[in-house]
T-cell receptor, first 116, second 115 residues
Framework: AQTVTQSQPEMSVQEAETVTLSCTYD???????LFWYKQPPSRQMILVIR??????QNATENRFSVNFQKAAKSFSLKISDSQLGDAAMYFC?????????????FGQGTELSVKP | DGGITQSPKYLFRKEGQNVTLSCEQN?????MYWYRQDPGQGLRLIYY???????QKGDIAEGYSVSREKKESFPLTVTSAQKNPTAFYLC??????????????FGDGTRLSIL
């Protein structure tokens, strides 16, 4: 069974600085997708970024980028120029590539605080 | 605007009572999902449905039931058999079971508590 692990329950960053959130996963599949979701205090789940396993190039969305290391099964999220609005719980998630219902497997989450 | 609507936002359950959480989407998505969120445990899949009149159990289906009579609707019933129902429940949907890596879109959630 696939598992997703986020080893940092809490992280803190100074405003305008850069922070990296870690995520590792375990799978025997070669085709899959990885996602980072943000959950602010409002509890809404917001997609931050996604990565296709077959793509070697790391995904980037504005200030958010990932470091995808397929052999190491690592998928970290880097937030540059951190803003107060980035404070939230961040979840890493895995989905199998074939059509197995599109189920997401989530990590335990990392709570990010941003200091002004 | 297209989106997912969950209701109610807050729900209280008495002992021995069944309660139903509503989830409606107007995104024309085929697949819908129910997740449970507990502190420190991330989200866990309860049930999912890829097509009308069909659904599958997720990792923690015991004590829950669902129906999918319409494409737009996927209600979740928390039965009296669920002994620890206090949690935050999130409904999500995606295109054809997440084909081509399409992400899931989430509702705003329902917080269920025991009276």
């Amino acid at each position: 069974a696939q598992t997703v692990t986020q080893s940092q329950p809490e992280m803190s960053v100074q405003e305008a600085e850069t922070v990296t959130l870690s995520c590792t996963y375990d799978t025997s599949e070669s085709d899959y997708y990885l996602f980072w979701y943000k959950q602010p205090p409002s509890r809404q789940m917001i997609l931050v970024i996604r990565q296709e396993a077959y793509k070697q190039q790391n995904a980037t969305e504005n200030r958010f980028s990932v470091n995808f290391q397929k052999a190491a099964k690592s998928f970290s999220l880097k937030i540059s120029d951190s803003q107060l609005g980035d404070a939230a719980m961040y979840f890493c998630a895995y989905r199998r590539g074939n059509n197995q219902g599109g189920k997401l497997i989530f990590g335990q989450g990392t709570e990010l605080s941003v200091k002004p | 605007d297209g989106g997912i609507t969950q209701s109610p936002k807050y729900l209280f359950r008495k002992e021995g009572q069944n309660v139903t959480l509503s989830c409606e989407q107007n995104l024309n998505h085929d697949a819908m999902y129910w997740y449970r969120q507990d502190p420190g445990q991330g989200l866990r899949l309860i049930y999912y449905s890829q097509i009308v009149n069909d659904f599958q159990k997720g990792d923690i289906a015991e004590g829950y039931s669902v129906s999918r009579e319409k494409k737009e609707s996927f209600p979740l019933t928390v039965t009296s058999a669920q002994k620890n129902p206090t949690a935050f429940y999130l409904c999500a949907s995606s295109i054809i079971g997440g084909l081509l890596g399409q992400p899931q879109h989430f509702g705003d959630g329902t917080r269920l508590s025991i009276l």
